[in-house]
Structures are given as C-alpha cells and as structure tokens.
C-alpha cells in the first residue's frame, strides 16, 4: 500500500511541477522570458527582495553559460523590465531591482504555482 501511494504522490508532484513550467510560459513569454532560467533568475531576486549586485545575479541562472547569462540580463535592463542603479556604497558597483511588473507577474505565478502543488 506504501509504494502505491508514492506512486500516486510522485505524479501529482510531477504533474504540479509541469503544470509550474505551463505556467512561466504562459505568464513571461510575452515579455521575452519564457525561458525557464529566468525562473530561477528572477525568484531568486524576489526571495532577495532588495536589489542585487549586477555580477551576482550570474550564479542564479546555473543551467546557462555565463555569457549568455550576462547577455540575458543586459536585456532585460536594456528593454526596462529591471532596474540598475549605482550602489550608494561604492560608485563603481551596479545593482538591479525588480521592477513593479515583474513582481506583479512573479506574484500571480507564485499564486498559481501554489494552487498546482496544493491540488490533491
């Protein structure tokens, strides 16, 4: 009976998880991040909550090179989708916020993403 129940567990859990990634797609495509290492970008800094040093951000996109990392990022300051600013403590150090929308839209897929995992 255990192992049937697992069985039954590990689907709905993989159910919930591609159900996760319709999700993204459906909510970041049009804005030219359907790709999913921009999930794991972009949550990281919504965990955050505060802005980031620019050369940090790299290591939270880990399933990319970082040149390609570098030139997704670049994007998305370049198009207004984040924010960079000088940090107040050394001139030379970018950092990047999210912007409103993006928090917007990271917030109605953690909320979907929730009612996926929650189902039974």
């Given at each position: 009976m255990m192992a049937r129940n697992s069985s039954h567990n590990r689907k709905r859990v993989a159910q919930a998880l591609i159900a996760m990634d319709e999700s993204w797609i459906g909510l970041f495509t049009d804005l030219g991040m359907g790709d999913l290492s921009y999930s794991d970008l972009l949550t990281h800094m919504w965990l955050l909550g505060e802005p980031v040093n620019k050369t940090d951000l790299y290591a939270f996109m880990p399933s990319i090179s970082r040149r390609t990392a570098v030139k997704y990022i670049q994007q998305l300051i370049d198009q207004g989708l984040l924010k960079e600013s000088?940090?107040?403590q050394d001139k030379r150090v970018r950092q990047v916020a999210l912007t409103g929308l993006l928090v917007e839209r990271l917030e109605?897929?953690?909320?979907?993403?929730?009612?996926h995992f929650a189902r039974g």
């Amino acid at each position: 009976m255990m192992a049937r129940n697992s069985s039954h567990n590990r689907k709905r859990v993989a159910q919930a998880l591609i159900a996760m990634d319709e999700s993204w797609i459906g909510l970041f495509t049009d804005l030219g991040m359907g790709d999913l290492s921009y999930s794991d970008l972009l949550t990281h800094m919504w965990l955050l909550g505060e802005p980031v040093n620019k050369t940090d951000l790299y290591a939270f996109m880990p399933s990319i090179s970082r040149r390609t990392a570098v030139k997704y990022i670049q994007q998305l300051i370049d198009q207004g989708l984040l924010k960079e600013s000088e940090s107040a403590q050394d001139k030379r150090v970018r950092q990047v916020a999210l912007t409103g929308l993006l928090v917007e839209r990271l917030e109605r897929f953690y909320d979907e993403t929730g009612k996926h995992f929650a189902r039974g």
